[in-house]
């Protein structure tokens, strides 16, 4: 990370919880992607909250499970 990317962690990050993004996405309301595609799985997807809302830029690619 570089210092801006630090000073953000330290402004967000008050806990100092570590991880990936699985990690990060674990019961989320939101996820919102802005980068590259293909990084989010559909096991992550089913990992956030009941009616989570994701905003993806990316079309190219399915990412939302089925519902069961």
Known sequence: ??????ELAELTNKNGIS???ADAMKGA???IGLS???????DM??????DAIVFR?????KI????P
């Open 1 to 6: 990370m570089n210092p801006y990317k630090n």
């Open 57 to 61: 830029l990316r079309t190219d690619t």
């Open 45 to 50: 997807v089913r990992s956030m909250a009941d």
């Open 29 to 31: 309301d939101v996820f």
């Open 64 to 67: 939302m499970p089925e519902k």
């Open 36 to 42: 590259v595609g293909g990084i989010v799985s559909e």
């Open 19 to 21: 991880g990936d993004l």
